[in-house]
């Protein structure tokens, strides 16, 4: 019986420009998703210079009426719950979470590994989605900008 590879999916939270110099440059491999802010095309094309960058409006921050601010687990959840008035509903999240995990998981399955980079709160939802899915890996803290994480699948 042949051993499989596991599959990795990284996630790459959008840094500002001042911090680019600290992230590391990746080699080849498959297309590198990417979320239409301007700090996360930096940071994708800064870290991923060899790849195709597919950027689509599936992977924007949820759009908040009072800003994102820091993206912690109860915040998160009270915006689930009860978004707030004039904030994107979080079903509509949810749906782009679970079109953005199935292309991350085909690329995947193509590639060996996918990446993600976006902004701290839509990777912190996209982290659960893996995380229910069957890959493991940290869903415990926010995102910091600039901070990746790999998820791992048949390790």
């Known amino acids: 019986m042949e051993a499989r590879q596991p599959m990795?999916?990284?996630l790459l939270c959008q840094c500002g420009p001042g911090q680019l110099g600290s992230l590391t440059a990746h080699g080849p491999g498959g297309p590198a998703l990417c979320s239409p802010d301007p700090d996360a095309v930096a940071t994708a094309q800064h870290c991923f210079p060899d790849r195709r960058i597919e950027v689509h409006a599936r992977y924007?921050?949820?759009?908040?009426?009072?800003?994102?601010?820091p993206a912690g687990r109860l915040r998160r959840l009270g915006w689930m719950l009860r978004p707030g008035p004039g904030d994107e509903s979080a079903e509509s999240v949810r749906r782009r979470v679970i079109d953005g995990s199935v292309r991350l998981v085909e690329?995947?399955?193509q590639?060996?590994?996918s990446t993600l980079?976006?902004?701290?709160?839509?990777?912190g939802l996209v982290a659960y989605k893996l995380n229910g899915i069957g890959y493991r890996g940290s869903i415990l803290r926010a995102f910091k900008p600039g901070e990746s994480r790999?998820?791992?699948y048949g390790a």
């Open 150 to 152: 790999a998820y791992l």
């Open 111 to 113: 590639h060996q590994e």
């Open 8 to 10: 990795t999916i990284l």
């Open 117 to 123: 980079v976006a902004g701290p709160w839509l990777l």
């Open 107 to 109: 690329l995947a399955k």
């Open 60 to 69: 924007r921050e949820p759009a908040l009426a009072h800003g994102s601010g």
